[in-house]
C-alpha cells in the first residue's frame, strides 16, 4: 500500500516515463465533467505537465482540436486510447493552481471544463497575436578570427561583410538590419551574406517575439512614494495583514470608510511581501528568479478607477495593469511578462484573477461588493469568490476591501466567523465624512410649479459651491432622457413597449435627428425614431420619468454658467472619454460632473465639496431582493466623493427622495453601514435569502412560449425528484415567468433554488447536471449565487 503511493506521488508530480497518459479537458467544452477525456503521451512529449496547452484528435474523423492537461495517469481504463498530436504551437501552459481554480469553477458555477480554460486564457495568447518571426544572422562563435582572413579563401565582399559585423555587436542582426551590413560592407546586394551562410561562417536563426506598440505612455498622476504619517488603524491593519503573508491561507474584510486610505494600505502590504522576499534571499535562501511573489489587486473597471491602477504602478517597478483598452499584442505580451515571472503585481478588471503568476503571495480584491465582479455569461463566476478559492488553493492571504461591504462578505465575518475583520473607521488626515441633507421632493413638488429634477436647495447649493470655486458631481443612475412614452390621455392607456422584450422603450434625446430623437429598448438594444404622435389615438405623446439627458438640459437652463460634463454609457464610449473626461475634472476644466453609477466608484478628487443624489430612489423598488443593499451602496459611495481635500472645507451631500422616511436612505444618510447590515441581514434571515442560504437560479429561454413551457417544468420535475432523493434539503421556486418574462423575442422562465449551505446546493445540482437534465447553454442558464435577478 505503501509503496503504491509512493509510486503515486512520484507519477502525479514529476515527468516520469510511467504517466503514459493524460486527460485533456478540450475547449469547445463538450465534455461535462470536469475530468476531462483519456489520450496516451507519446514518447516524444514525454515531459508534458499539467496544465500545458496540447492538441489532440477528436470523433471519427480525428479532428484536431485543443484542450488542457488536468491530470497525469499511468493507467487508463479505457482498451484503446488516442494519442496527444503535440504540443500547442505557441507553448502555452497554465499554472497548476490555475488548472485546479478551473475543475472548482467548472463543479461549482456548472460549466463545462474546457470553456472555462478557455475563459482563463485570452483569445489574443490562444492566437498568438502580435507574435512576429525573426531571421537573425550571426557569426557563429565557434569559428576562429583568422579563418574569416582572405587566406579562407573568401571574396573582399565577404571579408568586409564579416568585418562589419564584428564592429557592430555580437548578439547578431534581424534579416532586416542586413540590407545595412552590406551597405556598410559596400556590397550592392545581400548576396556576400546568404554566400557566408551557405560556407557555414554565418548562421541564420528563427525567433518568435511578441511586438506590441505600446505608443505613448500615458502621464502618471502619482509616483513617488508619499510620506504619509498613517492613521493609526491604517497601521494596525497593516500590521495584521503584513503577518498574515506567508501564514497560510486567511480572508480578511477591510472596512474602511470611504477615504480612509485603503488603497494605502493594500500597497504597504504588497510592498512588505516583496521586502520579506528580498531579506529572506539575502539570508542565503536560494530561490529562483521566478519564485519572486506577486500580488493580484481586482478592481472593478479600470477605465472608472485609472487613479487605483496610477497609483501601483507608481509604487512598483513590474506591474501589469490589465484593462479593456488593451491591443490583442499588448495582451499577449503582459499575459507573457506574468507568465514568465517578469511582472509580478497585476492590476485588472475581473478576469485579472486568471493571472497566471507562477508564485502569488497575495489577493487584493477592492470594491468588494461591486457586481460587476459577477460575469453573467458562462462561466458565471463572481472573481471575488474565485479569488478567494484561489488564495485557498495557494495557501495565501485574500483581502477584500469596501466602503460598504456586500452583505456575504460581512455575514462572512460576524455570523459564520471565517472572515478577518478589520476597519478603518475614520477618513485620513482629520477629515470628515460629508454632511448629508435628505430632501422631499413629494413636498418640493407641492411647492413648486413645473417639474424640476433639481430642487430648490440642490439649486443653491450647486451655485454656492462653484461661486466659492468648488466642484460639485450629480448623479442619477438611469440613462437617456425620460424612460417613458405614453399617450397623455390616460383613457387610451397607450405606453411605448418594445416590441421585443417585456420592457419600456426609454427616450434618448438626439437633436441631430428631425424628430429630435429615438427610442431605444434598454435590453436588446432595439431601436427606432421618437413617435410624434400616439398610434391608437394621434395625441401627441408626452415623455415621463428621468435620466441623465433631462438633467443635463435643466442644469443648462438654470446655471447656464456651469461648466459640465455627462458621464454615462452613451455619452462615454471608449476608455479615453473617460480619461479625458476625468482629466478636465481634475484640472478643473468643468465644474460639474454628471452621471449614472459610473461616477460614484472610487474617484479621488479633492475640489469636490458638494454632491447631490438627483433621485436616491431609483433603485429602491426594483424586483430584487438586493434593491435596498443597492440603495445604500450607491448613495454612501456617491456621498463618499465628497468632502476629501482639506479639514477646513467639509463635503455636502444632498439626497432628494420621494421617500424621506425611508430606513435605507435614513442608514445611508447618517454613514451607518454598520446598522444597515444588521437590519438587513435579518430581515433576509427571516426569509431565508442570501447571505442566510446559498442560491441558484436556472433560466429557461425559447422563442416557443409553450416550448419554454414544457421545458422548464420538465427540469423542475427532476430537480424535485433528485432533491426528494436527496431528503429534501433544498427549496425550490417556481417554475414562474422572470421578472422580464420576454427579451429579444425569447421567453423566458426560472427556477429559484435555495439550499442551506454551498455544498448541499452542489449536490442537487450535480446529481441532475449528471443526469443530462442540466445543461449550460444557450437555451438554459444555471445561475450560481446569482446577482441580477431580472
Ligand atoms: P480609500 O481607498 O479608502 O477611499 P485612498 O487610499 O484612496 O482611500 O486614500 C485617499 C487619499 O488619502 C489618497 O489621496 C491617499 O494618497 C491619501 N492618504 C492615504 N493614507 C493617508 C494618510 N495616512 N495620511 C494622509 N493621506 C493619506
Ligand atoms: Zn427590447
Known amino acids: 500500500m505503501v509503496v503504491t503511493q509512493l509510486f503515486d506521488t512520484i507519477a502525479m508530480s514529476g515527468s516520469t516515463s510511467s504517466q503514459r497518459y493524460a486527460q485533456v479537458a478540450l475547449e469547445q467544452g463538450i465534455d461535462s465533467s470536469s475530468t476531462g477525456l483519456t489520450y496516451s503521451i507519446p514518447e516524444s512529449l514525454s515531459d508534458i505537465a499539467v496544465g500545458d496547452r496540447v492538441i489532440v484528435p477528436l470523433g471519427r474523423r480525428n479532428e484536431q482540436v485543443s484542450g488542457f492537461v488536468v491530470e497525469l495517469t499511468h493507467h487508463s481504463d479505457i482498451a484503446h486510447v488516442k494519442s496527444i498530436v503535440g504540443r500547442d504551437t505557441h507553448s502555452i501552459s497554465l499554472t497548476p493552481d490555475l488548472v485546479?481554480?478551473?475543475?472548482?469553477?467548472?463543479?461549482?458555477?456548472?460549466?463545462?471544463?474546457?470553456?472555462?480554460?478557455?475563459?482563463?486564457?485570452?483569445?489574443?495568447?490562444?492566437r498568438g497575436t502580435g507574435l512576429i518571426t525573426q531571421l537573425w544572422v550571426r557569426r557563429k562563435p565557434d569559428i576562429p578570427a583568422e579563418i574569416t582572413s582572405k587566406k579562407a579563401g573568401h571574396s573582399k565582399l565577404q571579408i568586409a561583410v564579416l568585418a562589419v559585423l564584428d564592429t557592430m555587436e555580437k548578439e547578431g542582426r534581424t534579416w532586416g538590419e542586413i540590407k545595412r551590413v552590406a551597405d556598410l560592407a559596400g556590397a550592392r546586394s545581400v548576396a556576400p551574406v546568404k554566400q557566408l551562410i551557405a560556407k557555414g561562417y554565418l548562421e541564420s536563426r528563427q525567433t518568435r517575439e511578441i511586438h506590441a506598440d505600446w505608443g505613448e505612455e500615458a502621464p502618471r498622476l502619482e509616483s513617488a512614494r508619499p510620506n504619509h504619517v498613517l492613521t493609526s488603524s491604517q497601521a494596525h491593519a497593516i500590521q495584521k495583514l503584513a503577518a498574515s503573508v506567508h501564514q497560510g491561507f486567511s480572508v480578511h474584510l477591510l472596512h474602511g470608510a470611504t477615504g480612509s486610505g485603503k488603497t494605502e494600505v493594500y500597497l504597504r502590504v504588497i510592498e512588505h511581501l516583496l521586502q520579506e522576499y528580498g531579506k529572506a534571499n539575502s539570508a542565503g535562501r536560494k530561490d529562483s528568479e521566478n519564485s519572486q511573489p506577486g500580488a493580484i489587486v481586482l478592481v472593478p473597471e479600470i477605465a472608472l478607477t485609472p487613479q487605483t491602477a496610477d497609483r501601483f504602478v507608481g509604487r512598483f517597478p513590474d506591474v501589469a495593469v490589465l484593462h479593456s483598452g488593451l491591443s490583442g499584442a499588448q495582451r499577449h505580451e503582459e499575459w507573457r511578462r506574468i507568465r514568465e515571472g517578469r511582472a509580478r503585481i497585476v492590476v485588472g478588471a475581473r478576469s485579472a484573477i486568471f493571472a497566471p503568476l507562477p508564485n502569488l503571495g497575495v489577493i487584493i480584491v477592492d470594491e468588494e461588493h461591486e457586481s460587476s465582479f459577477k460575469q453573467d455569461q458562462l462561466p458565471r463566476y463572481h472573481a471575488r469568490d474565485v479569488a478567494v478559492k484561489r488564495g485557498q488553493l495557494l495557501n495565501i492571504p485574500v483581502v477584500l476591501g469596501s466602503a460598504t461591504p456586500s452583505l456575504e462578505s460581512y455575514y462572512n465575518v460576524t455570523v459564520r466567523g471565517s472572515y478577518h475583520l478589520l476597519e478603518l473607521p475614520d477618513r485620513v488626515a482629520g477629515l470628515k465624512l460629508p454632511a448629508v441633507e435628505i430632501i422631499d421632493m413629494g413636498q418640493e413638488r407641492r411647492k413648486r410649479q413645473g417639474v424640476h429634477l433639481m430642487s430648490l436647495r440642490l439649486e443653491q447649493a450647486l451655485q454656492t459651491t462653484i461661486d466659492e470655486g468648488g466642484q460639485a458631481m450629480l448623479m442619477l443612475n438611469r440613462r437617456g432622457y425620460a424612460n417613458y412614452l405614453a399617450c397623455p390621455d390616460h383613457r387610451c392607456g397607450w405606453m411605448m413597449g418594445c416590441k421585443y422584450c417585456d420592457a419600456m422603450m426609454v427616450y434618448h434625446k438626439d437633436a441631430r435627428l428631425p424628430v429630435g430623437g429615438l427610442v431605444r429598448c434598454h435590453h436588446?438594444?432595439?431601436?427606432?425614431?421618437?413617435?410624434?404622435?400616439?398610434?391608437?389615438?394621434?395625441?401627441?405623446?408626452?415623455?415621463?420619468?428621468?435620466?441623465?439627458?433631462?438633467?443635463?438640459?435643466?442644469?443648462?437652463?438654470?446655471?447656464?454658467?456651469?461648466r459640465f460634463i455627462r458621464m454615462d454609457s452613451d455619452a462615454m464610449r471608449t476608455g479615453k472619454d473617460y480619461q479625458r473626461s476625468l482629466e478636465a475634472f481634475r484640472n478643473q476644466k468643468v465644474d460639474v460632473l454628471l452621471g449614472t453609477q459610473m461616477i460614484a466608484k472610487g474617484l479621488d478628487f479633492p475640489n469636490v465639496r458638494l454632491v447631490g443624489v438627483i433621485s436616491g430612489d431609483t433603485s429602491l423598488h426594483l424586483p430584487d431582493f438586493r434593491a435596498s443593499e443597492r440603495t445604500f451602496q450607491l448613495i454612501a459611495q456617491v456621498a463618499g466623493r465628497a468632502g476629501r481635500g482639506d479639514a477646513a472645507t467639509p463635503g455636502l451631500v444632498i439626497v432628494q427622495?420621494?421617500?424621506?422616511?425611508?430606513?435605507?436612505?435614513?442608514?445611508?444618510?447618517?454613514?451607518?453601514?454598520?446598522?444597515?447590515?444588521?437590519?438587513e441581514i435579518a430581515l433576509r434571515k427571516e426569509v431565508n435569502l442570501p447571505p442566510c442560504s446559498r442560491m441558484a437560479?436556472?433560466?429557461?429561454?425559447?422563442?416557443?412560449?409553450?416550448?419554454?413551457?414544457?421545458?422548464?417544468?420538465?427540469?423542475?420535475?427532476?430537480?424535485?425528484?433528485a432533491n426528494q432523493a436527496q431528503g429534501n434539503h433544498v427549496r425550490i421556486r417556481g417554475p414562474m415567468p422572470c421578472p422580464i418574462a420576454r427579451i429579444a423575442d425569447h421567453f423566458r422562465q426560472q427556477i429559484e433554488l435555495f439550499a442551506p449551505d454551498a455544498a448541499t446546493m452542489q449536490r442537487l445540482l450535480t446529481a441532475v447536471r449528471n443526469a443530462k437534465a442540466l445543461r449550460s447553454d444557450n437555451k438554459m442558464a444555471v445561475d450560481v449565487d446569482p446577482v441580477s435577478l431580472l
Not at 463545462?112 to 495568447?125: D, I, K, N, Q
Not at 389615438?537 to 435643466?554: A, D, I, S, Y
Not at 437560479?697 to 425528484?721: F, G, P, S, Y
Request: aromatic share 8%.
Open 697 to 721: 437560479r436556472i433560466v429557461v429561454r425559447n422563442t416557443n412560449q409553450v416550448t419554454c413551457h414544457a421545458e422548464v417544468k420538465k427540469l423542475a420535475d427532476q430537480l424535485a425528484a
Open 524 to 562: 436588446c438594444e432595439a431601436e427606432q425614431l421618437l413617435p410624434p404622435t400616439c398610434p391608437n389615438c394621434g395625441r401627441r405623446v408626452t415623455t415621463f420619468g428621468l435620466g441623465t439627458q433631462r438633467v443635463e438640459e435643466e442644469l443648462q437652463r438654470k446655471l447656464p454658467s456651469v
Open 657 to 679: 427622495t420621494f421617500k424621506p422616511d425611508d430606513a435605507v436612505i435614513g442608514l445611508a444618510s447618517r454613514h451607518d453601514y454598520v446598522g444597515f447590515a444588521k437590519r
Open 100 to 126: 485546479e481554480l478551473a475543475r472548482w469553477i467548472s463543479n461549482y458555477y456548472c460549466c463545462p471544463l474546457g470553456m472555462v480554460f478557455s475563459t482563463m486564457l485570452p483569445a489574443a495568447v490562444k
